[in-house]
């Protein structure tokens, strides 16, 4: 695990003016993993925007093991702008993430919901199949969570929602 200060240094790199130094550092970051997610999205509440599209990518590139982290930080987060950082890294997992986020989209809490659903749009058609399911399974909540989504998606979505309309 990567001590305290190696993080601090990759993130005073992110704010470089030099490109390759800049996506070096959110290699670097992402590679720790999971255990530097607290540090960096406490560095996302402070930074400037170019920042923190280096630091969300950075988290997006640890994969699904970032999913609850991240979901537990836009819980907490009161910042709107931090909640989109966030929003993007998770849609950021593609095809990957997709069952994962698609158990956080009844989630209690307002924002999480919102964060979800904008990810598994930004996903697109993959993420299709499994909205279905879910706007066809049993929790009453979750359907009606997964039929906005699938709605909010357009054209493809709405098919899927009435496939025996098609015509």
């Known amino acids: 695990m990567a001590g305290k200060e190696e993080i601090y240094a990759l993130f005073r790199a992110v704010g470089e003016p030099d490109l390759e130094a800049r996506r070096e550092a959110e290699l670097a970051l992402a590679a720790i993993g999971p255990s530097a997610i607290p540090e960096i999205i406490a560095a996302l509440e ?3 925007a170019t920042m923190r ?3 969300a990518r950075a988290i997006a590139r640890m994969g699904v093991a970032s999913v609850d ?3 537990e930080a836009i819980r907490l ?5 931090l909640r989109r950082y966030l929003t993007g890294s998770l849609a950021s997992l593609g095809e990957a993430g997709i069952p994962h986020l698609i158990r ?5 809490d307002v924002n ?3 964060a979800i659903a904008l990810a598994l749009c ?3 058609e993959p993420a299709i199949p499994a909205l279905s399911e879910a706007a066809d399974g049993d929790d009453p909540f979750l359907r009606t969570c997964a039929e906005l989504v699938l709605f909010r998606m357009g054209e493809e979505g709405i098919i899927a ?3 025996d309309e098609e015509g």
């Open 122 to 124: 930004r996903i697109g």
């Open 46 to 48: 402070e930074s400037q």
């Open 69 to 71: 982290p991240v979901i």
């Open 104 to 108: 956080h989209l009844a989630d209690d």
């Open 161 to 163: 929602l009435f496939p």
């Open 77 to 81: 987060s009161g910042d709107p702008d």
């Open 112 to 114: 999480v919901r919102g």
């Open 53 to 55: 599209w280096y630091l």
